[in-house]
């Protein structure tokens, strides 16, 4: 009776034991095939604008007696293809940053209405643009424990994206609040909105929830995923809601006092 006890504790034991190896190898190579993902989404993400500039200007050094318009035409597209690569190796770089360990964070207690209004400050003039109405609306005056440029970057990245999937005369609200815990930013939009299928994508990197659509206007697929790190490296969270057609509110919640 013993014996049998003893062995059936000891089969328990060396089971557990190879249960969480083939969790940890399972672990690993997911984390493997992520990265790999990764590597190759990156060289196809930084490859096609080059491929392009090189069909426009192969196609331009084919012809003789090339006309001055038709020179000007191809070299507009060249530009626009070059500014594009540009855009896509400062996102690149920016979550290669964020990537690194919390011992990259740069804390120090900021004014949260004043990092707001800065930020709002430099997106007026792309919201005036597009028509698009942006304003600021605080419930209280916060001051927390934040690393401002990277909480900066995250938050510029919502709003720029809800003036970019916006309408035509459309609005951005941008709301501050919190607790004794927390302090709470809102982005709400009158925009496009996004599929329900899809939300559950959009903080991946590289995705987009129509490909054509925002090559348009210009995104490269990584903003949403650099706001996540850099809200989540503030051991904060980030939700979206959102309606096609109707709009989408997206809520960052950060603690008060940061924990390392
Ligand atoms: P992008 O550079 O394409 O804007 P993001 O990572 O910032 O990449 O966003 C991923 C995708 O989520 C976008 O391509 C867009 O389809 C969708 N999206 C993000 N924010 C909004 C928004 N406020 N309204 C509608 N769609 C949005």
């Given at each position: 009776y013993m014996d049998e006890e003893i062995s059936i504790s000891g089969?328990?034991?060396?089971?557990?034991?190879?249960?969480?190896?083939?969790?940890?190898?399972l672990r690993m190579k997911n984390l493997e095939k992520s990265r790999q993902e990764f590597v190759s989404n990156v060289s196809h993400e930084l490859k096609t604008p080059l491929t392009s500039v090189k069909v426009l200007a192969d196609s331009l050094l084919m012809q003789e007696n090339v006309a001055?318009?038709?020179?000007r035409e191809f070299l507009v597209d060249i530009a626009e293809?070059?500014?594009?690569?540009?855009?896509?190796?400062?996102?690149?770089?920016?979550?290669?940053?964020?990537d690194k360990t919390a011992s990259d964070m740069n804390i120090s207690s900021t004014n949260i209405n004043d990092l707001l209004e800065s930020v709002l400050?430099?997106?007026?003039?792309?919201?005036?643009?597009?028509?698009?109405?942006?304003?600021?609306?605080?419930?209280?005056?916060?001051?927390?424990?934040?690393?401002?440029?990277?909480?900066?970057?995250?938050?510029?990245?919502?709003?720029?994206?809800?003036?970019?999937?916006?309408?035509?005369?459309?609005?951005?609200?941008?709301?501050?609040?919190?607790?004794?815990?927390?302090?709470?930013?809102?982005?709400?939009?009158?925009g496009i909105g996004i599929p329900e299928d899809a939300q559950d994508f959009i903080f991946d990197r590289f995705y987009r929830v129509d490909k054509a659509r925002s090559r348009g206007t210009g995104g490269t697929g990584l903003g949403l995923s650099i706001t996540k790190n850099a809200i989540h490296m503030h051991k904060g969270a980030i939700k979206v809601y959102s309606k096609e057609n109707e709009g989408t509110t997206f809520t960052v919640r950060v603690p008060l006092n940061y924990i390392a």
């Open positions: 089969f328990y034991e060396t089971d557990l034991i190879s249960n969480s190896l083939n969790q940890m190898l001055p318009e038709l020179y293809e070059i500014e594009r690569e540009s855009k896509i190796i400062n996102d690149l770089l920016s979550l290669v940053k964020l400050k430099r997106l007026r003039p792309i919201a005036k643009k597009r028509n698009i109405e942006l304003v600021f609306e605080s419930f209280r005056p916060v001051v927390a424990e934040v690393d401002e440029v990277k909480l900066s970057l995250a938050i510029s990245n919502l709003i720029e994206n809800a003036i970019k999937y916006n309408v035509e005369d459309g609005w951005v609200r941008v709301s501050l609040n919190a607790d004794h815990k927390y302090f709470y930013v809102k982005v709400a939009d009158s």
